[in-house]
């Protein structure tokens, strides 16, 4: 079942790089307690779209973003948390936006944005979106419509929805 506007953000952990420890675990529904944070997803990290556009988009747009309000950005993607570490690294993200991995794609089929892309050697892997969540509710849905492309999805399209 997909997720909509005004549901809970389900409560399934996601793995984050930590500093003190090396990995930590995220629970977006706990995180987000009494926060506004965007969450957006990426079939794939280092793919083209997800390194040149999506994610660039956030890290350019984090100071207007933070500025209307938003306490957190986090990048989901169906790798595991070595391959969202190197990522953040060759991204410089570390202190913008968190790249969370969901490795068993547990939060991706719990929220419905699973895809298989098997047929391009990916497996499941998740639909590019992004969400606002406000104080643990998903206020907005945005999933992308077009292959390759990141506008319903990304920052500017986020900016336009927070006002």
């Given at each position: 079942?997909?997720?909509?506007?005004?549901?809970?953000?389900?409560?399934?952990?996601?793995?984050?790089?930590?500093?003190?420890?090396?990995?930590?675990?995220?629970?977006?529904?706990?995180?987000?307690?009494?926060?506004?944070?965007?969450?957006?997803?990426?079939?794939?990290?280092?793919s083209?779209?997800?390194?040149r556009?999506?994610?660039?988009?956030y890290?350019?747009?984090?100071?207007?973003?933070?500025?209307?309000?938003?306490?957190?950005?986090?990048?989901?993607?169906?790798?595991?948390?070595?391959?969202?570490?190197?990522?953040?690294?060759?991204?410089?993200?570390?202190?913008?936006?968190?790249?969370?991995?969901?490795?068993?794609?547990?939060?991706?089929?719990?929220?419905?944005?699973?895809v298989?892309?098997?047929?391009f050697?990916?497996?499941?892997?998740?639909?590019?979106?992004?969400?606002?969540?406000?104080?643990?509710?998903?206020?907005?849905?945005?999933?992308?419509?077009?292959?390759?492309?990141?506008?319903?999805?990304?920052?500017?399209?986020m900016?336009?929805?927070?006002?």
């Amino acid at each position: 079942m997909t997720i909509k506007v005004g549901d809970k953000i389900v409560n399934e952990p996601l793995m984050i790089p930590s500093k003190e420890k090396g990995v930590g675990s995220l629970n977006l529904q706990e995180f987000s307690k009494g926060k506004k944070i965007i969450v957006f997803a990426v079939p794939a990290a280092f793919s083209p779209t997800c390194s040149r556009t999506h994610l660039p988009g956030y890290l350019e747009n984090h100071d207007k973003l933070m500025e209307k309000g938003i306490d957190a950005i986090i990048c989901v993607s169906v790798n595991d948390i070595f391959v969202m570490k190197a990522w953040a690294k060759d991204q410089n993200s570390e202190d913008k936006v968190i790249l969370a991995a969901d490795g068993s794609a547990k939060f991706t089929k719990a929220i419905g944005m699973d895809v298989d892309l098997d047929t391009f050697g990916q497996g499941i892997r998740s639909k590019r979106y992004s969400m606002l969540i406000d104080d643990s509710i998903i206020k907005s849905i945005n999933i992308e419509g077009k292959p390759g492309q990141a506008e319903d999805s990304g920052a500017t399209k986020m900016l336009e929805i927070i006002g």
